[in-house]
């Protein structure tokens, strides 16, 4: 009945939280809708494209959230308890699968793959696929901290947050590894120099 | 550039300048500012990685699958099932339709049945005393000062040879003399008095003074 629907889509996401609690599935619709594809994404990224984990960890995630709805912080902004968990088990998917090695030939699969394009991509593939073979090489928290910062388009605040350290230092961490990725980057961009 | 020496504020200013400007279009006074944080090659390369970065962000775009809401939507449900009934939905107006009607009917029967009043009268005891036959007497003696122990009863005497006559005092006392017949009836009321009562001791269980009460009378 349209008097009594309620319209989710203008509610916060700390008052759809709320209504989870309580078994709304529609709150957990609109929910899933907001962050479904920016955290698979998120996850895809930091698992060095490996769909079908990232789709795991997705599915987990979200899980969570349905078994524990009130291990939700009501004082925090929802999107960033989300992404700590998220982060939360990146970290821990690196610890138990020592990912890093299984990055190292997934590397030599996509460079094989990127000489079969054609050139006009070529340029934009090639920076690419050394961007993420550069971020492959970083500590997981770097690589989490450029993800964040770049790709989620997040504040230094709220990546203090997730990653529990002061602002300062997440400045500081971003320019020192910006400024290491452009000289190691600029090789593969003749316009970077 | 030493990361020791700069502050968030020129962290965040150097930043914003890499986003938005090539060093070529740097205005000279910022050329200055910048020159003491990094060199021009530095910079450039810096902010040719934050332009590619923009470009490259664009494309990773992949969607969920839909097996996962699904697998999501069933563990909801489980986490959420409410046994039996209480599994039937039902909407909010149908719920307020059904207590409106009840209220309503309730209502009704209510206001169509008659409201029955009893009257209660309260009862009076009255007492009506009988006159003494007057064809014999019944003396006896009645105590001048109360008896205060068992050992002193009431003396009984048959000297007038009269049926029933007990003489306390020079007084009739028999069944018949309303005097008797008055204390008696005091007596009663007390000891009913007495074993009636609420919140102090009875005399249900205490025969002592229930033969006291008797005797005294």
């Not at chain 1, 073979?133 to 910062?149: A, G, I, P």
């Not at chain 2, 332009?51 to 962000?57: F, L």
């Not at chain 2, 986490?79 to 009840?102: D, E, R």
């Not at chain 2, 014999?136 to 029933?164: E, F, G, M, Q």
């Amino acid at each position: 009945m349209a008097l009594f629907k309620k319209n989710y889509s203008t509610k916060s996401d700390e008052e759809l939280m709320s209504l989870l609690t309580r078994g709304g599935q529609s709150a957990f619709d609109e929910l899933y809708k907001r962050y479904s594809k920016p955290l698979l994404n998120f996850f895809f990224r930091m698992l060095n494209n490996d769909r079908e984990k990232a789709e795991d960890l997705l599915h987990d995630l979200f899980l969570k959230i349905i078994e524990k709805p009130d291990s939700f912080d009501g004082n925090k902004k929802f999107n960033t308890w989300f992404y700590t968990l998220a982060s939360n088990m990146i970290k821990n998917e690196y610890r138990s699968r020592q990912i890093r090695n299984e990055h190292e030939k997934h590397t030599l699969a996509n460079v094989n793959e990127l000489f079969e394009l054609n050139s006009e991509s070529f340029d934009k593939n090639l920076f690419n696929n050394r961007l993420e073979s550069e971020l492959k090489k970083m500590d997981v928290e770097m690589k989490t901290l450029f993800n964040l910062r770049f790709l989620e388009e997040m504040s230094i605040k709220q990546i203090a947050e997730i990653m529990n350290c002061p602002e300062g230092t997440v400045k500081s961490r971003l320019f020192y590894l910006t400024k290491q990725l452009s000289k190691k980057l600029s090789v593969y961009k003749p316009e970077l120099n | 550039m030493n990361m020791e020496t700069t502050s968030n504020t020129d962290l965040d200013k150097l930043e914003e300048l890499l986003h938005n400007k090539m060093f070529d279009k740097l205005s000279p006074a910022e050329k200055q500012w910048v020159a003491n944080k990094l060199s021009e090659e530095e910079y450039t390369s810096m902010s040719a990685l934050y332009a590619q970065i923009e470009v490259s962000k664009l494309s990773i775009n992949i969607e969920p699958k839909a097996d996962t809401k699904l697998k999501l939507n069933n563990a909801l449900a489980i986490k959420f099932s409410k046994p039996g009934v209480l599994k039937l939905k039902m909407p909010v107006y149908q719920s307020v339709a059904v207590a409106l009607i009840f209220f309503l009917v309730g209502f009704g029967i209510n206001m169509s049945r008659p409201v029955e009043t009893k009257i209660v009268h309260s009862t009076v005891q009255v007492i009506k005393y009988l006159p003494s036959p007057q064809n014999h007497k019944d003396l006896a003696k009645v105590a001048s000062k109360p008896i205060k122990s068992n050992t002193k009863r009431k003396k009984y005497s048959n000297s007038n040879s009269v049926n029933n006559l007990h003489t306390i005092n020079n007084v009739a006392f028999t069944d018949t003399n309303p005097e008797v017949i008055r204390q008696q009836e005091i007596a009663m009321t007390n000891i009913n008095r007495v074993r009636n009562e609420q919140n102090g001791s009875s005399m249900g269980g205490d025969t002592l003074l229930q033969k006291m009460l008797v005797t005294v009378y």
